[in-house]
């Protein structure tokens, strides 16, 4: 459910990120670029409940890996496209 509702916003930037499956989900174009894992199903749905506390955990926690770019640069990305997931 999660990764069908990222479908829908318009990223300044282009993230992949790999399920706990390690199926890979690609999203928006361009750059910056960034690659993260869930390492979990429980970060997976964590994050869909409640992204603005889960994302933040997860990385403190290990259960959100950065593979590529930066943690500036993935925050970038998503507080970028912030307003188009609210609409």
């Known amino acids: 459910?999660?990764?069908s509702i990222l479908k829908k916003i318009k990223f300044?930037?282009?993230i992949d990120i790999v399920d706990f499956q390690d199926n890979i989900h690609s999203y928006g174009s361009g750059n910056p670029y960034v690659k993260i894992r869930f390492a979990n199903r429980s970060i997976q749905s964590k994050v869909f409940?409640?992204?603005s506390l889960y994302i933040?955990?997860?990385y403190m926690n290990k259960e959100i890996l950065?593979?590529?770019g930066s943690l500036e640069e993935f925050l970038s990305i998503i507080t970028s496209s912030y307003n188009d997931f609210l609409s």
């Open 66 to 68: 950065i593979e590529r």
């Open 56 to 58: 933040g955990e997860g």
């Open 12 to 14: 300044k930037g282009k």
């Open 49 to 51: 409940k409640n992204p």
């Open 1 to 3: 459910m999660l990764f």
